[in-house]
């Protein structure tokens, strides 16, 4: 039921991207509703396959997304079942619907393609239903342009009436003014009745003379005018005899036929334009001899001629002449040349669409089953269900799959690529990020655990967060509080000893920074420390002490020191000056606020100590 639904809103969406590429036609025609339920029928047939990639991607979302976030998932694999045999009858189904496209490609779309493209066409002829709006020039009535200032929808009677009656030509209009006109349509539908009243008709005669300057008109009076009009606005299904020729209306096996007899007749062509080349113009001379005492025209081959004398050796108007007539070979040749390349590119063209094809039939079946090896596992790694995220990720992957389709088709089309690389491109590009996906998957990677990116922007950029320690129910053992004064004042002189040391916060030497190996062991034990403690006073009872603790600073190990753990790669990044200078830069930074959190923790260890003595220590005795 829940592919049912996605499938049904995804032939939705692209029924209703299908539509607005045609509203024109669809508009205004006067279709009766058999017409338009007979093209979204077709419609909807040639998008079926279309539809079904992005559903199995939509639907396997949100089932599996539903399993994680209701730890039904989890439950399976810690009951022992892997992934893969979870996705087993799934992936069953989805073959079964692989089956389905491409049997929907090769069987039934072409024959719909053929009916909708008819209709399409039959539309496009259809004349528009009558309907003259006011206050412009209304232009569908063939040979006619009316203007009406007024309408009475009522009673249908125009007022003001301006027509140019074009019948004739341009040249012979007819300009008719009526002060009130009617227009009905006869009851076959092929002719309309224009019924005027109270106006005047111009139109231009032929001058006696064509030297006349002036042009004779003919101007009529008239109090009621009746006209009949051709128009023919009943729907007339074309002949569908137009797609016998396109690559949508065939099967594979009549597109194998076709490309089979193009490539044939492309081959003769070929060879009958190469071995017209050759023997033309370029490689032979036409000249006149004497032949049983009379003059006729040979065929002889320029290598039997030195031209380069033989144009030495005339005279300036002769050789005018013969540049005049080679120009004008050459004009013909490049004309012939022209077309010829024309002919065999349109016959390429033709060839390649029908490969594309033939290809797509396989590649866009098969897409099914790639986007189901993505859904699946991203719905178990990002554990959302419903329509919310899985909605946006399957957009996301279904927009680039649809550029890397038509771009790759596009390629292919034109020749840029070979036809079976850019059709398949798509998939070979999702069928290693499913495999990607579904490896992630069953090893339960959190790669798409948004908390993890965070924090790691966050401590890049120097962000750090707060404690958060509040006061315990329940205690079992109360800290030894003279014990953690003994310590607080060993943490307080670590700190003071690391910070009389030369140069440890003071901004580090660019060149020792990258080429010094190891790590700040001393701020190590000072943090560790300093969390040992703390870690410990969260079990007191006093809200004073609790409230103390959450006060100190987060202070990171690593951050006021090289930015890598390897030699090599600290290396680099100090001989990449850019680089290293924007790391030098944050490692500065960063033991400018070491300075001041020692500073911090100097002071909050005397406040610690004298809140222990006050509330824990005096306050027992």
Known sequence: ???????????????????????????????????????????????????????????????????????ELLAMKAAGVPLLRIMRPLWIFVVGLCLVSFYFQNVIAPKAEVKLWTLLVSMKQKSPELDIPEGIFYSDVPGYNIFVKSKNRDSGMMYDLMIYNFADGFENAHIVLADSGRMNMTADKKHLILTLYSGEQFENLKAQNKKDKSVPYRRESFGKKVTIIEFD?????????????????????????????????????????????????????????NAKDSLAYVDIPLNRYDIDSIYRSMSLVERQNVLSNAAKVVSTQNNDFTFKTATVGDSEHKIRRHEAALHKKFSMALSCLFFFFIGAPLGGIIRKGGLGMPVVVSVLFFIIYYIIDTSGYKMARDGYWIVWTGMWMSSAILAPIGFFLTYNSNRDSVMFNVDIYVEWIKRVIGIRGSRHLAVKEVVIDDPDYPEMINQLQELSTDIKAYADKPHALKMPNYVYLWLRSGQDKPMEDIINKMEQILRVLSNSKSSHIIKQANAYPVVPMHAHTRPFSKTSLNRTAGILFPVGLVFYGRVWAFRLRLKRDLQKILILNNQMIELINHYCIKGKK
Do not use: H
Not at 14 to 28: A, H, K, N, P, T
């Open 1 to 71: 039921m829940l592919f049912a639904g996605t499938f049904l809103i995804c032939l939705f969406i692209f029924m209703m991207q299908f539509l607005w590429r045609f509203v024109d036609e669809l508009i205004g025609k006067g279709l009766s509703m058999s017409v338009l339920g007979e093209f979204f029928f077709y419609a909807a047939l040639t998008l079926v396959p279309q539809a079904l990639p992005l559903a199995v991607l939509l639907a396997s979302l949100i089932s599996f997304g539903n399993l994680g976030e209701q730890f």
């Open 233 to 289: 606005s009943d729907f007339k299904m074309a002949d569908s005899g137009f797609m016998n020729t396109s690559a949508r209306s065939k099967d594979i096996k009549q597109l194998v036929q076709a490309i089979d007899s193009m490539e044939i007749r492309q081959d003769s062509v070929g060879r009958a334009f190469y071995n017209t080349a050759i023997k033309g113009v370029y490689s032979k001379i036409r000249t006149k001899m």
